[in-house]
């Protein structure tokens, strides 16, 4: 039985105080986490369209006149809660991968905030792409450090 004090104290958020807490497997299990809530959210989105095409059907085919009034509320509703579990999502996987986060708060699930990580992420996996890549042709022209240049430093970095 749960006392007043344990639900005063947060018991729930103690779980780094746990002797059983470790950090590689707190990571493995908000991957584990992040992995089924992208799974969650591919389903969902799949369902959002199918429903937005029997709503489309209904509109245009059957003639319906108070389409538009569903269409606009319940709809337009699960697309934001989407584009907002994405949002949080994508600044976990950001913070679990130890990446460099955006100047904005990508948790905050708006949808112009949630494309600019989506861009901002993109950037980031590109720019890593290209060093390992520079670093490979590098490798194999046999250049040491000494006898390349350096480009100047991104302010990201």
Request: one cysteine or more; a negative charge; aromatic letters at 10%.
């Amino acid at each position: 039985m749960i006392t007043t004090e344990e639900k005063d104290n947060g018991w729930t958020m103690k779980y780094r105080d746990s002797p059983t807490f470790t950090i590689e497997r707190f990571r493995k299990k908000l991957a584990l986490s992040l992995v089924f809530t992208l799974a969650i959210f591919l389903v969902s989105a799949a369902m959002i369209s199918i429903e937005v095409y029997a709503l489309l059907a209904l509109e245009f085919c059957d003639g319906e006149d108070l389409m538009p009034l569903y269409w606009s509320t319940w709809t337009i509703l699960q697309l934001g809660s989407e584009i907002a579990i994405l949002g949080v999502s994508l600044a976990l996987w950001h913070h679990l991968w130890d990446m460099e986060h955006p100047l904005w708060a990508l948790a905050l699930g708006t949808p112009v905030l949630v494309v600019a990580g989506l861009g901002h992420l993109l950037s980031l996996v590109l720019r890593q792409f290209y060093h390992k890549a520079k670093a490979r042709t590098q490798s194999s022209r046999g250049l040491g450090s000494a006898d390349s240049v350096q480009s100047p430093a991104l302010s990201s970095q």
